[in-house]
């Protein structure tokens, strides 16, 4: 099983195909189990285990994405690219998500660091006057 640093640092081609390997074994698992053929039960804690972790990376990838992605002004250029990419990673001295947007050509569109541990106020009159996602981004740089 991967850490989680290691699993931030995968590609998501690489994270999918572990998380279907991860789900399959589950599967053979509890088939095992059903039958009383399991030797180790323990394995069913780990493998449901890795499935968490895996798939919160990859969630947390798509929300930093998004966030990013709703920003006004990187929308905007994301809007005037067309077809782009984003390239999520994480950054351990900031504690937060690089996001790179990139065109189809593959030249740079935008760029933005999300914070989503960034305490968010949960208040209704404080709600209505911040944007969804506004308070997440740290910082972000457009291109051109």
């Given at each position: 099983m991967?850490?989680i640093?290691?699993?931030?640092e995968?590609?998501?081609?690489?994270l999918?195909e572990?998380?279907?390997?991860?789900?399959?074994?589950?599967f053979?698992?509890r088939?095992?189990k059903a039958?009383?053929?399991?030797?180790?039960?323990a394995r069913?804690k780990?493998?449901?285990?890795?499935?968490?972790?895996?798939?919160?990376?990859?969630?947390?990838?798509g929300?930093?994405?998004?966030?990013a992605?709703?920003e006004?002004?990187?929308a905007?250029?994301?809007?005037?690219?067309?077809?782009?990419?984003?390239?999520?990673?994480?950054?351990?001295e900031?504690?937060a998500?690089e996001?790179?947007?990139?065109?189809g050509?593959?030249?740079a569109?935008?760029?933005a660091?999300v914070?989503?541990?960034?305490?968010?106020?949960?208040?209704?009159?404080?709600?209505?006057?911040i944007?969804p996602?506004?308070?997440l981004v740290?910082?972000?740089?457009?291109?051109?």
């Amino acid at each position: 099983m991967a850490k989680i640093v290691e699993l931030r640092e995968m590609s998501d081609d690489k994270l999918d195909e572990l998380l279907e390997n991860a789900r399959e074994e589950m599967f053979n698992l509890r088939f095992q189990k059903a039958s009383a053929r399991l030797e180790n039960y323990a394995r069913l804690k780990h493998v449901r285990r890795e499935i968490a972790q895996v798939e919160t990376v990859l969630h947390m990838r798509g929300l930093a994405r998004d966030v990013a992605a709703s920003e006004p002004h990187i929308a905007a250029a994301l809007a005037e690219a067309g077809d782009w990419q984003a390239n999520v990673r994480f950054v351990y001295e900031d504690s937060a998500w690089e996001i790179q947007f990139v065109d189809g050509s593959g030249s740079a569109v935008a760029s933005a660091v999300v914070d989503l541990n960034k305490k968010q106020t949960f208040a209704k009159r404080d709600r209505a006057m911040i944007q969804p996602g506004g308070n997440l981004v740290v910082s972000y740089e457009v291109a051109g």
